[in-house]
Antibody, heavy 115, light 108 residues
Framework: QVQLVQSGSELKKPGASVKVSCKAS????????INWLRQAPGQGLEWMGW????????TYAQGFTGRFVFSLDSSVSTAYLQISSLKAEDTAVFYC????????WGQGTLVSVSS | SSELTQDPAVSVALGQTVSITCQGD??????ATWYQQKPGQAPVLVIY???NRPSGIPDRFSGSSSGDTASLTITGAQAEDEANYYC???????????FGGGTKLTVL
């Protein structure tokens, strides 16, 4: 069965970096894009962008350029989201999700940023 | 427009029918997809390509569309349907995804 398993919660200080992983199983990793989405506490879903798992080419939504980087390690069917120069307002649950038309979601990773 | 607009909250009596709407220009060109999210859980796909249900989704969930508005209808709402519902489509370029702000459904 299709599964996207994300890394565990992170507590970071402002200015630090974090790297969230998303390990896919149950399907051919390079057959589907991986999206990244953010959900701030009590808020809705924000699409951050997607990465082409064939080419590694990322596409970023407006507002998610510069500090946000999508990457892959296809040898282990894993996608990554790295966020640098963390701010308190980056505190959120981050989800990976499969496909250009999203069908499966990871369980979410809470990133908390606090001094 | 590059936005999808949803009513923030809707309520329905147990066993009755409710529709949740999603409005945006992109819906004239692209199908809507709908997700259900319960507190503390990841979203779950309930309707794709306007009116298709993944396996395991009850047939009381259905979708439709007219012009710039897509609708998710729950016929005979159950207590377990109480959740936030998000619509999704693509923007005019087709390369970016859009999400509505979400509708909190309360089953009375």
């Amino acid at each position: 069965q299709v599964q996207l398993v994300q890394s565990g919660s992170e507590l970071k200080k402002p200015g630090a970096s974090v790297k969230v992983s998303c390990k896919a199983s149950g399907y051919i990793f390079t057959s589907y894009a991986i999206n990244w989405l953010r959900q701030a506490p009590g808020q809705g879903l924000e699409w951050m962008g997607w990465i082409n798992t064939n080419t590694g080419n990322p596409t970023y939504a407006q507002g998610f350029t510069g500090r946000f980087v999508f990457s892959l390690d296809s040898s282990v069917s894993t996608a990554y989201l790295q966020i640098s120069s963390l701010k308190a307002e980056d505190t959120a649950v981050f989800y990976c999700a499969r496909g250009r038309s999203i069908d499966y979601w990871g369980q979410g990773t809470l990133v908390s940023v606090s001094s | 427009s590059s936005e999808l607009t949803q009513d923030p909250a809707v309520s329905v009596a147990l066993g009755q029918t409710v529709s949740i709407t999603c409005q945006g220009d992109s819906l004239r060109s692209y199908y809507a997809t709908w997700y259900q999210q319960k507190p503390g859980q990841a979203p779950v796909l309930v309707i794709y390509d306007e009116n298709n249900r993944p396996s395991g989704i009850p047939d009381r969930f259905s979708g439709s569309s007219s012009g710039d508005t897509a609708s998710l209808t729950i016929t005979g709402a159950q207590a377990e349907d109480e959740a936030n519902y998000y619509c999704n489509s693509r923007d005019s370029s087709g390369n970016h995804l859009l999400f509505g702000g979400g509708t909190k459904l309360t089953v009375l």
